[in-house]
């Protein structure tokens, strides 16, 4: 569902949270304006997509975001989400693609991405992440695609990054990074 005026609908998370055994849950553009949760916890025990970009959220990321064992995509682009990628981001632990680009989030890319294993798309260009990229992001043997561009990344490129050999696509323009990758 997509296109879809829900913003009159404050508690959309509570209603569909009642959905236990909900695998996919996409609402794109549905002028949503917050995840946060009345109840304190969502209950998406069997979710494995999360697809809400371009939306309102204008708040930090909910805790339960990172509660999800069976979560493989994650798409919050697009949003005017706050805060910090926060390090519990390492308990999705079944997630190959990860999307939060185009937000208001800050600070550094958490070295914690590295030990999500499985993941082989992230996209985190336009968000003012700032620092290095973490040299754990090397750790990342399936990667495919990473997308970093237009950030405050600075310092040099991992080497690590070099010995990604399923990596086809890196986007890190619009930075201070120096170095080269061999």
């Known amino acids: ?20 055994s909900l695998s996919e849950l996409r609402l794109p553009n549905c002028q949503l304006n917050n995840m946060i949760s009345s109840l304190g916890y969502v209950n998406f025990t069997s979710l494995t997509v999360l697809c809400l970009p371009s939306n309102n959220f204008n708040h930090n990321m909910p805790n339960w975001l990172f509660n999800f064992s069976s979560l493989w995509s994650l798409d919050l682009s697009d949003n005017s989400l706050k805060g910090q990628i926060r390090s519990t981001i390492s308990n999705l632990q079944n997630l190959y693609h990860l999307n939060l680009s185009i937000n208001m989030l800050t600070g550094r890319i958490p070295e914690s991405l590295g030990q999500l294993k499985h993941l082989e798309i992230v996209l985190l260009f336009s968000y003012s992440s700032c620092g290095p990229i973490p040299s754990q992001m090397g750790n990342l043997s399936s990667l495919s695609s990473l997308y970093l561009g237009t950030n405050k990344l600075n310092d040099t490129l991992p080497k690590n990054l070099g010995l990604l050999s399923n990596l086809v696509e890196l986007s890190i323009e619009n930075n201070f990074i120096e170095g080269m990758i061999t």
């Open 1 to 20: 569902m997509s296109w879809v005026d829900l913003h009159r609908d404050v508690h959309w998370l509570d209603s569909l949270s009642l959905l236990s």
